[in-house]
């Protein structure tokens, strides 16, 4: 990977969000050479003893933290907020996920903060928004992915929904919010002004939904769950084979539908007129599932993927981490980077999107609490030795 210049290199962000969307949000804009400056509480951010710690840090924090510059305030305190405005005036983008007002009360909030530095750019996410009847309601992306429909939909039909064992609803935001903040940028070399940015978590999870509204505002269609098919596509589904193992297959354009079939032993059904396009394979969705899982249920797994891929047929595995780390495809499109952490090698994953001439990269995996209180406290806002000090005494700092 080339260790060029990136397209974020020479902006400045102070990262005051906890937890993730905001700092997945500073993640993905350091990666791409934005100088990341994290301020956390004194304690540090919680998420850095969440799920496997590992020498007093969350392996995740690893990964999430990488190319920050960690510097410690307590916004509760006078002089901490003091601090953070002097960063703010030097800064393009600042990115807080608080929840809504909470910048306000501290004297921080887009109308004070804007007025010294009309150029900011202000990124909040929240689990609702800003304004709107449930602004004030706590937000965590699981209750936000229930009230944005994701949850509605996914799962089996008449049972309780699923959710994934991920914080989708958080992710998604910071994908929404870096995406904001690099359509602000643009818009900022035309005015020379910034703005502000309003990340809903519900909002994000919203933008997934395809279909959903015009369906139900044209149609009257509210769509159910539909375990592992999707509605009104035929077939798309997960078949469990000889092996124990489960492939998806997609099969449902019209040609790769007639060479599936062929390949699966029924050429009668791909030469079926009735089959010959989607509305009719709808019509028949039973029947095409039950005959597709009967000839799974015969092969292993690599059987089935090696002869439709032979016949140019959409099918694969359903991974694991273990079997990514494995793949010799996620290895050369080089998903997987090492960093050094207190002397042994740890994988994080590499941030997309994948740029040709400026890609990102990672210089330094997330580091301790109040790392770069000297350079940035010391060296940026130019304060001394001594008060850095009497900061540390009171608590101000780490």
Known sequence: MSEGARPLEGLRVVELGQLLAGPFTGTILAYFGAEVIKVEPPGGDPIRGWREVKGGTSLWYRSLGRNKKSVTLDLKSERGR????SLLDGADVLVENFRPGAMEQWGLGPDVVKARNPKLIYARISGYGQTGPYANKPGYASVTEGFGGFRYLNGEPGKAPVRPNISLGDTLSAIHAALGIALAIIQRQR???????????????????EAVVPEFDGAGLVREPSGTTLTGIVPTNTYRCADG????IGGNGDSIFKRLMVVAGRPDMAEDPALANNAGRVRQEAAIDAVLAEWCAGLTSAAVIAQLEAARVPVGPIYSVADMVADPHYQARGLFETVEVDGEPLKIP????????????????GGAVGSHNEEILGGLLGLSGAELEALRAEGVIA
């Open 82 to 85: 003091a601090l953070a405005l």
């Open 245 to 248: 193992r489960h492939v998806i």
């Open 350 to 365: 590499a941030i997309l999107p994948r740029l040709e001439t400026t890609p990102g990269r990672t210089d330094w995996p």
């Open 191 to 209: 005015s020379g002004e910034g703005q502000t940015i309003d990340v809903a978590l519900y909002e994000s999870i919203f933008n997934l939904l």
